[in-house]
Nanobody, 124 residues
Framework: QVQLVESGGGLVQAGGSLRLSCAAS????????MGWYRQAPGKQRELVAT???????NYAESVKGRFTSSRDNAKNTVDLQMNSLEPEDTAVYYC??????????????????WGQGTQVTVSS
């Protein structure tokens, strides 16, 4: 069983910073891409950032230059440093990871896992 647990959300004023963290645990063979999505009220979930196992990152245009994602492969964690926050960044942020695990019947299986989400609220 694999779990992704996020932390670090909260309330911040516009222009402020927050750091989100996500830790993966369980019977993990390998973690491939990790990333962050967000969903604002009444809107579809959207990509914020992705990071490969080698550390290559990709960001949504709306957060480029303000958000930075990093990961620690030894600890199975991924972080999202969010600076210069804007009210438009208010959303529930979800961590995701493509994880390879052993199957009980033998062999390997690769599945996309999601965290429970953490609320980020930016006040104007």
């Amino acid at each position: 069983q694999v779990q992704l647990v996020e932390s670090g959300g909260g309330l911040v004023q516009a222009g402020g910073s927050l750091r989100l963290s996500c830790a993966a645990s369980g019977s993990i063979v390998r973690i491939n891409d990790m990333g962050w999505y967000r969903q604002a009220p009444g809107k579809q979930r959207e990509l914020v950032a992705t990071i490969t196992s080698r550390g290559k990152t990709n960001y949504a245009e709306s957060v480029k230059g303000r958000f930075t994602s990093s990961r620690d492969n030894a600890k199975n964690t991924v972080d999202l440093q969010m600076n210069s926050l804007e009210p438009e960044d208010t959303a529930v942020y979800y961590c995701t990871a493509r994880i390879t695990t052993f199957q009980d019947e033998g062999g390997l299986r690769t599945t996309d896992y999601w965290g429970q989400g953490t609320q980020v609220t930016v006040s104007s």
